[in-house]
């Protein structure tokens, strides 16, 4: 009887600590250099893709740094944190702001990001709607950023590659 007592703690403690670790969440900290060859457009490609990534995550937030070069050749970064909470963020993004929410897949392997931006271009508003799915893969070394956007000059869908520095 102490055996099976023994035995049944033994599988209930192994059966939690799995469960506790399947859930825990992905991270995708660290410094991400793109990868054109991997990467995948789309039809009409698009202008200003980050060359390079620098992603803060804690339980709380993720904090994302795009860098990318200007139309001048000037490289230029922009920054957004977003709460990890389903909760909007708002970031300064151009001359105007960006609304998002954050949420995480059920097996929090992957993390969606969906945004809206509001803007005034030739005495028109215009709005952007954007949704991108953050995933690794390749022992966490590599970063796959799945894009898509809505705008009144149409749809895009891309797939942004980017290798661990």
Do not use: C
């Amino acid at each position: 009887m102490v055996y099976l007592k023994s035995g049944l703690f033994v599988a209930l403690s192994l059966l939690i600590s799995a469960v506790s670790f399947a859930q825990s969440a992905a991270n995708f900290s660290g410094s991400w250099a793109y990868n054109e060859s991997k990467s995948n457009l789309g039809e009409g490609g698009f202008r200003m893709i980050s060359q390079k990534l620098t992603i803060t995550q804690n339980d709380k937030s993720f904090t994302l740094e795009r860098s990318f070069t200007g139309q001048d050749g000037e490289e230029r970064k922009t920054s957004e944190t977003y709460t990890l909470d389903g909760k909007e963020s708002v970031n300064p993004v151009f001359n105007t702001s960006k609304k998002s929410t954050a949420k995480w897949a059920a097996d929090n392997k992957s993390l969606t990001v969906s945004s809206v931006m509001v803007f005034e271009m030739n005495g028109e508003k215009n709005e952007i709607k954007t949704v991108e799915v953050y995933k690794l893969a390749d022992a966490d070394k590599t970063l796959s950023i799945d894009s898509q956007s809505t705008s009144s000059m149409g749809e895009r869908k891309a797939t942004l590659v980017y290798d661990k520095k």
